[in-house]
Nanobody, 128 residues
Framework: QVQLVESGGGLVEAGGSLRLSCAASGRTFSTYAMSWFRQAPGEEREFVAA????????YYAEVVKGRFTISRDNAKNTVYLQMNSLRPEDTAVYYC?????????????????????WGQGTQVTISS
């Protein structure tokens, strides 16, 4: 399994931007589809974005579409989440996840998805 470490979280004002990074260990990064999820206090974990193994296809949750961009650099074993026009409701712990399968969009939207590996999470707080 791949080991994942997120970074880049922090406190920003509404309307601001952050870029999250998720660094993966090992030499098999390009064989994993990558995704981002988030969990706010007292809420269920929810899907944010997913990207295919080659990076040529991505899915987004409706609430972030047009504001967030997922990308990956397979040479650096890293997936990114560029977050713009941040809102207080984007406040959550953000997790990256890796899986050998690149699922259909409907699977990612399903609660309780199972992924091969999860990172430890990074806190994102948006002030109003």
């Amino acid at each position: 399994q791949v080991q994942l470490v997120e970074s880049g979280g922090g406190l920003v004002e509404a309307g601001g931007s952050l870029r999250l990074s998720c660094a993966a260990s090992g030499r098999t990064f390009s064989t994993y589809a990558m995704s981002w999820f988030r969990q706010a206090p007292g809420e269920e974990r929810e899907f944010v974005a997913a990207i295919s193994k080659s990076g040529d296809n991505a899915y987004y949750a409706e609430v972030v579409k047009g504001r967030f961009t997922i990308s990956r650099d397979n040479a650096k074993n890293t997936v990114y989440l560029q977050m713009n026009s941040l809102r207080p409701e984007d406040t959550a712990v953000y997790y990256c996840a890796a899986d050998r399968e690149y699922y259909s969009a409907s699977y990612y939207y399903t609660g309780g998805v199972v992924m091969d590996s999860w990172g430890q999470g990074t806190q994102v707080t948006i002030s109003s």
